[in-house]
T-cell receptor, first 114, second 115 residues
Framework: AQSVTQLDSQVPVFEEAPVELRCNYSSSVSVYLFWYVQYPNQGLQLLLKYLSGSTLVESINGFEAEFNKSQTSFHLRKPSVHISDTAEYFCAVQEWGATNKLIFGTGTLLAVQP | DARVTQTPRHKVTEMGQEVTMRCQPILGHNTVFWYRQTMMQGLELLAY????????DSGMPKDRFSAEMPDATLATLKIQPSEPRDSAVYFCASGLDRDGSYEQYFGPGTRLTVT
């Protein structure tokens, strides 16, 4: 069965510092990978996704994630964070040809401090 | 700007009462998901519909929860009777099934408190 592990429940970081949010997955077949962001009192929004092709994917607000098949990882990075990036970030996996279900990790709270 | 809508946004009820949550998926989307989010359990998938047919409700307590799609523009999640442990935020998401993978668009959620 597939699973997603986000080891860090909370990541505090100062504004303009770089950040990495870790995500590892487990699956016996090929997968699609996603990062979703949840701002306070809101629903989840797709941040970026890996379906195929280039293993490095980027979002419009400066985040990027790299699919590493050998390490079964999909870590999220940003070179310089803003206060407005404070939110909960969820990694999710979907197996190819499966029932289109997303399996979510437990989330990482990115807390950006001035 | 197409969005998933959910009503009510907040619901406070007493134990034993029936609760119905509604979701309007984005027009044209053919899949609908119900999730429950709590501090302890995180984000759990409760039920999943494709073309209005239930495909997977294995995450839903069958004795008190039920999910339906009366038509393509409405999905409902019902709890009867409600219990304090049902207190959570319930999210609906919709998507378009295409080539086996697609983005899910989440609604703002219904915050349920059962006293």
């Amino acid at each position: 069965a597939q699973s997603v592990t986000q080891l860090d429940s909370q990541v505090p970081v100062f504004e303009e510092a770089p950040v990495e949010l870790r995500c590892n997955y487990s699956s016996s077949v090929s997968v699609y990978l996603f990062w979703y962001v949840q701002y306070p009192n809101q629903g989840l929004q797709l941040l970026l996704k890996y379906l195929s092709g280039s293993t490095l994917v980027e979002s419009i607000n400066g985040f990027e994630a790299e699919f590493n098949k050998s390490q079964t990882s999909f870590h999220l990075r940003k070179p310089s964070v803003h206060i407005s990036d404070t939110a909960e970030y969820f990694c999710a996996v979907q197996e190819w040809g499966a029932t289109n279900k997303l399996i979510f990790g437990t989330g990482t709270l990115l807390a950006v401090q001035p | 700007d197409a969005r998933v809508t959910q009503t009510p946004r907040h619901k406070v009820t007493e134990m034993g009462q029936e609760v119905t949550m509604r979701c309007q998926p984005i027009l044209g989307h053919n899949t609908v998901f119900w999730y429950r989010q709590t501090m302890m359990q995180g984000l759990e998938l409760l039920a999943y519909f494709r073309n209005r047919a239930p495909l997977d409700d294995s995450g839903m307590p069958k004795d008190r929860f039920s999910a339906e799609m009366p038509d393509a523009t409405l999905a409902t999640l019902k709890i009867q009777p409600s219990e304090p442990r049902d207190s959570a935020v319930y999210f609906c998401a919709s998507g378009l099934d295409r080539d086996g993978s697609y983005e899910q668009y989440f609604g703002p959620g219904t915050r349920l408190t059962v006293t």
